[in-house]
């Protein structure tokens, strides 16, 4: 059997495998005892992914907080991020939502919200692990149990705070009259992207939006995964493609050409959107240290500082809230706007690039051409019995006056023209391994030599 893995984004499991149906309740209810500890509310709200079965779990949370005393306010089938908005927005204690974000079909899990909409942090999910390790209960007699609420309607009130916000000019996106083919592998976006996207004037063609939770592909938006996306787009002639991955907190560009708009540079287009039209003195970003360094280059431009945070939404978005960053997100594809929510948003996400895309009147892949250009290489170590040891072995070996050497997750080691960065996975054992150089040929050479010297350690 497999273990559940528990990190800052949540708990996560195989379905009928590590995530039974004991474990569901085992988390569930230390999840609802944190809540009672740490806020007066007796709301939480409980939303899902689109994916199969999620139904039969959320089944499973929804009855168990009911008997621990909580009023559930049901949301249904919900992006994460509109989840964290009607969590903050409705005052719930906290807030579940049903997902294993871009992880295959087998698996499923529970991404845990604070009241404020935001993951709780390594020292808050410890608490709720151990809450859970403990069998701690405390459920309420029949007479306090609460009927759950459905609130059906966060995905429109979602869409709404998109359209009201200030960066997005309705009217100049529509005169683009871009036409986009729409990828949500049959998930959370299913409806929510194609709605929006009508709203902007976009003519949508769907090509994976149909809700029936049937993942089409591999639901991480990477280029493999993409085939026929960039086939579709090239068929339909359409100027975009898009692929939102199945919580829809990661948000992917394909161009006109079919080609990828390469993850990385969903940030770098936000950022840039986001600074240029800021009047704050302090215009601050914030990224992961994962993040390219396409983002730095871009701050500048425009005045800006960009600060680095350990990977992980939550990680983010405390160094967003201590320097007081207007934007921040991760490379992955992920990108956050505070005043919309501290939270990765493909939906806001949206409305912002097609707004920089409108504004730039370029041809994607002409508006690719005018931001830097740096090449990333992501590959995974699986097995490593102690990878804390690895980082050591390889820190040992390298000198502050060799590069800049940065130990806050994992290890990275950023030299004059190229950066390694080595981590624990959040959600899977492995380490990873992350190279960004000026060119692939670059990055490759780097990886080589570099694979080579960890498996002297290993």
């Known amino acids: 059997m497999s273990q559940i893995i528990a990190s800052v984004s949540g708990v996560r499991g195989i379905t009928g495998d ?23 509310s007796n709301k939480i709200a409980v939303g899902r992914d689109g994916r199969l079965h999620g139904e039969l779990i959320s089944d499973i949370v929804v009855s168990t907080l009911s008997m621990a005393g909580f009023q559930v306010i049901n949301t249904g089938v919900v992006p994460t991020p509109t989840l964290q908005i009607a969590t903050e927005d409705l005052k719930c204690a ?22 404020d909409g935001t993951f709780p942090d390594a020292h ?14 405390e459920f309420v007699k029949v007479t306090k149990i609460l009927k759950p609420i459905n609130d059906f309607l966060w995905i429109d009130k979602h869409i709404q705070k998109v359209l009201n916000h200030k960066l997005i000019n309705i009217k100049k996106i529509k005169s683009a009259r871009f036409k986009v083919v729409v990828d949500a592998v049959n998930s959370a976006a299913s409806v929510i992207a194609p709605k929006l996207l ?8 769907e090509l994976y939006c149909d809700g029936s939770g049937i993942f089409p592909h591999t639901p991480e938006p990477l280029p493999k995964n993409l085939k026929l996306l960039c086939k579709s787009v090239v068929k339909h002639k359409a100027d975009m493609g898009i692929a939102i991955d199945p919580d829809s907190d990661r948000l992917v560009f394909i161009t006109e050409k079919g080609l990828p708009f390469v993850e990385e540079n969903t940030i770098v287009a936000f950022v840039k959107n986001v600074i240029k039209n800021s009047r704050a003195r302090t215009k601050n970003i914030t990224v992961n240290l994962s993040t390219t360094r396409a983002v730095e280059d871009i701050a500048c431009r425009y005045g800006g500082k960009v600060f680095r945070s350990p990977v992980g939404e939550i990680n983010v978005v405390k160094e967003m809230q201590k320097n ?3 934007a921040g997100g991760e490379g992955s594809g992920g990108v956050i706007l505070p005043d919309v929510h501290y939270g990765r948003d493909a939906i806001i996400g949206i409305g912002v690039l097609l707004q920089e895309f409108a504004d730039s009147g370029l041809k994607l892949s002409d508006y690719k051409k005018t931001i830097p250009c740096y090449f990333i290489l992501k590959t995974k170590i699986e097995n490593v019995v102690n990878a804390d040891l690895l980082f050591e072995k390889i820190y040992k070996k390298y000198k502050p006056e060799m590069c800049r050497i940065t130990t806050t997750d994992g290890l990275k080691l950023d030299f004059a023209g190229h950066w390694i960065h080595l981590r624990k996975s959040n959600t ?19 990886q080589e030599e570099f694979l080579g010297e960890v498996e002297k350690y290993i």
Do not use: D, M
């Not at 899977?428 to 780097?446: D, L, N, Y």
């Open 324 to 326: 007081k960053s207007i």
């Open 18 to 40: 590590s995530l039974t149906p004991q474990n569901i309740i085992k988390f569930t209810t230390a999840f609802a005892i944190y809540c009672r500890k740490h806020s007066k």
């Open 428 to 446: 899977e054992p492995i380490v990873r391994i992350i190279i960004e150089a000026k060119s692939k040929e670059h990055a490759e050479k780097i």
């Open 94 to 115: 906290g807030g579940i939502e049903i997902t294993a974000s871009h992880n295959p079909q087998i698996w499923n899990g529970l991404k845990f919200l604070n009241s």
């Open 124 to 137: 808050q999910i410890k608490e709720i692990t151990n809450i859970a390790e403990t069998g701690e209960q």
């Open 198 to 205: 009508h709203k902007l004037g976009c003519k949508v063609i």
